[in-house]
């Protein structure tokens, strides 16, 4: 039986060496080379839907393919194709390498320069492991298909200005709009929302932090589905297992549920870890929700500056949400963006706690009454940043003048800018 190869190179003389090689090769039946990281996993997507028996035994992953690193690139596809064998091809073939391509899921490495009996050895070994792989697992091969959800992490610029409350409310406007929505607390020391939707729970983010084969199966039975249809993963009970939850381990988590839900929505809580910093950073949109009052403000202007010291998010790339808003406080949205250098979303959050007391008290926030104007407001918010439609008969939130259309879409599909910043400083930090 042929061997289907699918080489990722975008360097011209590389795929013209690679494809020569590769073509030599017993039994070898070489797939048109793809240029980058997107162009990949959008044709390995594609092949999945028809069948799984179409997918390549073994994808060739060049070490300077882009635009997401080789190593991620990895990653995504052992996650998403776990019966494709994956090799990375390098010119740093030492251990330290070798081990990192290994976690991150590949199933070989060939050095640079290309030699054809290291090649054929490796291909033909991970061809090998491929179709013993489809044969133990047959027509149950699990499969993420699809291009990939949104991403929204929602962070607070200090502890108590309605961050979970936010979070809650916009993945519930996402599921209620008839799109798969998953709900992360990465709050990982203090996280609240199972309290707010009153939910009792056994396993939490912390139990797939250590998981390096994370499969659609292990997703699944780490996360809680609710009565209103989300799929929540949460924050572990006891706080100081949050420090199991590294940024490895929590980009590997997002991009999971990315993989097999339309909308992914990151209660980041107010403080700033590793694993925080790594879900602010990997989002589609980050929100930073502020009261506007001197100390939240100045809060949110600190939280803005580390980011972009830390090289999470620039100040530009980030959605200031003002909560508790009120026409007659002397501080505007409009000053908040001047002070922060953020965009501001055109839907503020008015102050009405009293509608909110006897749900969030109850640990029921998912059954507010529709009449709220709280309610109202953070379901326009969710259709201002394109993750649903505006509730039905309810108002369209309080603006302040500015068009709500420009938040749709406008950064694309951010990937992984790679973290390297604030890891490196962790590190370095001990």
């Not at 697992?137 to 991403?151: E, K, P, Q, W």
């Not at 396993?203 to 589905?225: C, E, G, N, Q, Y």
Request: hydrophobic share 45%; with cysteine.
């Amino acid at each position: 039986m042929a061997t289907r190869i699918l080489p990722a190179v975008g360097d011209p003389d590389a795929v013209r060496s690679l494809t020569t090689l590769l073509s030599q090769l017993p039994d070898a039946e070489p797939v048109a080379p793809v240029a980058d990281s997107t162009q990949l996993v959008d044709t390995l997507a594609r092949l999945a839907a028809e069948s799984v028996d179409e997918l390549p035994e073994v994808v060739i992953v060049h070490e300077r393919i882009g635009p997401v690193p080789a190593l991620e690139l990895i990653r995504e596809v052992a996650l998403r194709f776990p019966a494709v064998g994956v090799v990375l091809i390098t010119s740093d073939p030492g251990p330290g390498l070798f081990q990192a391509a290994m976690d991150y899921g590949a199933r070989g490495l060939v050095a640079l320069p290309l030699g054809y009996e290291e090649l054929a050895s490796r291909v033909q070994a991970v061809a090998q492991w491929s179709a013993g792989v489809r044969r133990h697992l047959g027509s149950a091969v699990d499969v993420f298909t699809g291009t990939g959800g949104t991403v929204v992490s929602v962070s607070g610029a200090k502890g108590g200005v309605g961050t979970t409350l936010t979070a809650v409310q916009l993945a519930l406007a996402a599921q209620a709009s008839g799109r798969s929505t998953a709900l992360l607390d990465m709050d990982l020391q203090t996280g609240d929302v199972a309290s707010y939707l009153d939910v009792q729970f056994r396993r939490s983010v912390a139990d797939l932090a250590a998981i390096t084969d994370l499969s659609p199966r292990v997703l699944a039975d780490a996360v809680f589905r609710h009565d209103s249809g989300l799929a929540l993963l949460l924050a572990p009970g006891d706080g100081e297992r949050g420090e199991e939850v590294t940024d490895r381990a929590a980009r590997q988590i997002v991009g999971a549920l990315r993989s097999r839900y339309e909308v992914v929505v990151i209660d980041c809580g107010a403080q700033l870890g590793g694993a925080g910093a790594a879900a602010v950073e990997t989002a589609d949109t980050a929100l930073l929700v502020t009261t506007p009052d001197v100390v939240a403000v100045r809060g949110a202007k600190r939280a803005v500056r580390m980011w972009d010291r830390l090289q999470i998010r620039k100040a530009e790339e980030t959605t200031v949400v003002v909560n508790r808003h009120t026409r007659g406080t002397e501080i505007q949205p409009a000053l908040i963006q001047r002070i922060t250098g953020t965009a501001i979303a055109a839907t503020t959050v008015p102050a009405a706690f009293k509608e909110l007391q006897g749900a969030v008290d109850a640990g029921r926030v998912h059954e507010l009454d529709a009449r709220s104007t709280v309610k109202q407001a953070l379901w326009a918010l969710a259709g201002e940043l394109g993750l649903a439609g505006a509730p039905e008969g309810g108002r369209k939130g309080h603006g302040h003048g500015r068009g709500h259309g420009r938040f749709r879409g406008d950064r694309g599909d951010r990937g992984d800018r790679g973290a390297a910043g604030f890891r490196r400083r962790k590190d370095g930090a001990g």
